[in-house]
């Protein structure tokens, strides 16, 4: 490697040690101001079905597609992990539809948290392209998605827990850290 090419050309800093990024975690697998170790990114994984494959479930395909604020407080009220209770987000969410005609600002939102939530690839594009053009194929994905993670979407959030005898439903997947190497 030319020494001009190297990352950190300044002779300050040497590739053992990158200089200093604030609280960003760096190569060496700890935050700089803390020592904490961090765990390493995981691989984004892509959405279980396709955003146009709204014909596996008919049901919530045709419920969506006449009253997509029912599934958008449904997704939400998951995603929030209860804190908000799926009918008022379906209200909030049929107010601004009704307003401004553009929930898909406020849907997309969830898709981004859910996305995050489970690691899930952007895609066919960016979250606000996806609810914009097909705002009841993006929330029928979501909704499949859930499903896929093994909720009931329809029980809401209290629900799940009361199914699942109190136990929460973990959104985030556990981090593998990698082994430590000599």
Known sequence: MHPSSKPYANEQYSEAQPPP?????IAT?????????YAAPQALVPWSTGLFDCCSDRRNCCLTCCCPCVTFGQIAEIVDEGSMS??????????INATTGHACMYSCLYRQ?????YRLEESPC??????CCCESCALCQEYR?????????VMGWQGNLQQNRGVAMNLTPPTNEPAMKR
């Open 145 to 153: 998605e859930l499903e896929k993670q093994g909720y009931k979407v």
């Open 29 to 37: 697998g700890f935050t700089p101001a803390t020592g904490a170790r």
């Open 126 to 131: 960016n979250d606000y392209c996806v609810h």
């Open 86 to 95: 799926g009918t008022a987000s379906a209200t909030i969410y049929a107010l």
């Open 21 to 25: 990024y604030g609280n960003r975690p």
């Open 113 to 117: 948290k859910m996305r995050s939530k």
